[in-house]
């Protein structure tokens, strides 16, 4: 008599196979190291690299006697108040724009800046606007003869030399070695920007740098220029 040693040998195989899933399944936990919180916390972020984190800001316009660019009413322009922006952005540029209220036809600005082109310095055509007109937006870039530090990175006294440019919506825009005049041959002064302590720097175009300082050039659209004028200002910038 033939002696039967496994009985249902299906069940036998379907057990064995059950086995071996779970051992291996087991061992590869055991072997798997697991995400650390600081891994899962950068995932997360999904911060961009070469960026930098956006600082807020409170713009303080000198609104001196000889200033070419002044405040509207005298009063500090405060990052998300009155329709005001005004950031260091992620990229290390000083971001300044005015916003209006109302839709449509209606809509009117709340702040603005005064700019003042009274004071030529040399004039190839008559400007495309009246004398006394407003400011909407600033912005600064990196221009080609200086190295740039991202200006929230930039150390307590610390000065550097940058491009800006300023306009509104009429098309005319004032250049500090911005764009076109970024080139040796413009008279045009550069922006310099200082920071004086942990939390505030300043931004004028007066410096060592500039083959004139305060002179902004004056351009309808990015080719027409109308000519140079002075153009003296100073802004405070404040953590806010």
Not at 8 to 15: E, T, V
Not at 144 to 164: D, V
Not at 172 to 177: G, S
Request: aromatic share 10%.
């Amino acid at each position: 008599m033939k002696r039967i040693l496994f009985y249902k040998p299906s069940a036998l195989i379907i057990n064995v196979c059950v086995f071996i899933f779970v051992f291996i399944s087991c061992k590869k936990q055991t072997t798997e190291i697991p995400s650390t919180s600081e891994e899962i916390a950068t995932a997360k972020a999904g911060s961009k690299p070469n960026t930098f984190p956006v600082v807020s800001l409170k713009v303080t316009v000198r609104d001196a006697l000889d200033d070419k660019m002044t405040s509207d009413v005298g009063e500090d322009y405060v990052n998300g108040t009155q329709g005001v922006s005004a950031t260091f952005d992620q990229y290390g540029n000083f971001i300044f724009s005015c916003g209006t209220s109302g839709h449509g036809p209606s809509a009117s600005l709340v702040r603005w800046l005064n700019i003042n082109f009274n004071s030529p310095v040399q004039v190839f055509i008559n400007p495309p606007i009246t004398g006394n007109d407003k400011v909407t937006a600033i912005t600064t870039v990196p221009v080609t003869a200086y190295t740039f530090t991202p200006l929230q990175n930039m150390a307590e006294t610390q000065s550097q030399c940058i491009g800006l440019t300023g306009g509104s919506g009429a098309g005319w825009v004032m250049n500090f070695h911005r764009a076109a005049e970024d080139v040796s041959s413009s008279p045009s002064a550069y922006a310099v920007v200082t920071k004086i302590n942990s939390t505030q720097w300043t931004v004028t175009p007066v410096g060592s740098c500039s083959p004139n300082s305060n002179v902004c050039a004056l351009r309808n659209g990015p080719d027409v220029l109308y000519g140079y004028y002075n153009m003296p200002f100073s802004f405070t910038l404040t953590k806010n």
